[in-house]
């Protein structure tokens, strides 16, 4: 029995995104200011729209600093030999946290909107519209700044086998940290625009009812995108990657390639945005060594660590 492994490129994965981190960091400042103006604007007009919206916008302060947090203390300890494979699961635990806290502002929207069905209030509602247009702008602005950083950029080579769907193919090369901020925006920006409608409608047609009832779509909205941000970033975490099209791709090379062999144990898991490793125990009737079937590994470009334990028969 004989053993091989090796990086097949640099032991050390994504240390950052320094464009995305920037852009986060405007994104943080701007999100901040309005904030503090929906908040107050929505308490002192009496729109649970326009506040409901603010304190949704306090936890994407929360989340987007914690998000340029996770960049920063992944380049900062890139270089620290206790993390094996690098500090990129710390921007995935960022964007785990980041859905935590969505998943709470949800219940706050709840609450609030539901204690306003229960006793509705007077609402200011040409005060609360302005409020809650420019909120959308700003978030308009901040998702400009990060649509194109939720995609990873480390694309690998076109595989002639077992193509991956366009799920698995974005679920391999999303940035967990960027997209956990980006969908802050997002979410941000969806309840601004209902608590337009909700305001718009109120004023027009005496539906008040309208703006606590927006605040609970809002909040189901919101609820949606974090137990999708949490599935993603928990298989992460959990290392629960063992139905990626890689491990399809690592059982085509070895049990149909030229040299007769059978896979007897297998794990693969993840420790880059799109960087896998792998162990791999084997056993085949020829003279091939570990060496070989790593280097035969070795040209999926996604596997970054191989790690071969080949028994002869």
């Given amino acids: 029995m004989d053993t091989a492994a090796h990086h097949c490129g640099s032991p050390r994965f994504d240390a950052g995104n320094p464009l995305a981190e920037a852009n986060i960091r405007r994104a943080l400042w701007l999100t901040a200011a309005m904030m503090v103006v929906e908040i107050v604007g929505g308490w002192w007009f009496n729109s ?4 409901a919206d603010g304190w949704h916008m306090s936890s994407h302060v929360l989340a987007l600093g914690l998000s340029a947090f996770a960049y920063s203390f992944a380049r900062q300890h890139a270089a620290n030999r206790r993390y094996a494979f690098g500090t990129w699961k710390v921007e995935v635990l960022g964007s785990y946290t ?27 509602y040409d005060e609360a519209i ?14 400009w700044w990060l649509r194109g950083h939720h995609h990873g950029h480390d694309h690998g080579h ?16 999303t940035d967990l940290n960027v997209r956990s901020a980006y969908l802050h925006v997002l979410a941000d920006a969806a309840t601004s625009v209902l608590a337009i409608i909700a305001l718009t409608g109120g004023k027009l047609w005496g ?10 779509a809002g909040a ?35 049990e149909h390639g030229k040299v007769p062999a059978r896979i007897t144990d297998l ?4 420790v880059g945005r799109a960087r896998y490793a792998c162990v791999i125990s084997l056993k085949t009737p020829s003279r091939m060594d570990g060496e070989y079937f790593r280097r035969e590994l070795c040209v999926h470009e996604e596997l970054a660590h191989v790690t071969v334990e080949v028994d002869h028969e």
């Fill in 48 to 51: 649970m729209a326009v506040l």
């Fill in 98 to 124: 980041s859905a935590i806290f969505l998943l709470g502002i949800a219940a706050l929207m709840v609450w609030q909107s539901t204690e306003r069905l229960v006793s509705p209030q007077a609402i200011h």
């Fill in 130 to 143: 302005v409020i809650a247009v420019v909120g959308l702008l700003v978030n308009l602005v901040c998702a």
């Fill in 158 to 173: 076109e595989h002639e086998h077992e193509p991956a769907t366009p799920h698995e193919h974005h679920a391999q090369h």
């Fill in 207 to 216: 539906a008040a009812w309208l703006d606590p009832a927006m605040g609970l």
């Fill in 220 to 254: 189901v909205l919101v609820a949606v995108w974090a137990v999708g941000l949490l599935r993603d970033s928990g298989r992460v975490l959990l290392d629960a990657e063992m139905d990626s099209p890689l491990v399809r791709e690592v059982r085509q090379v070895i």
């Fill in 267 to 270: 794990h693969v898991w993840r």
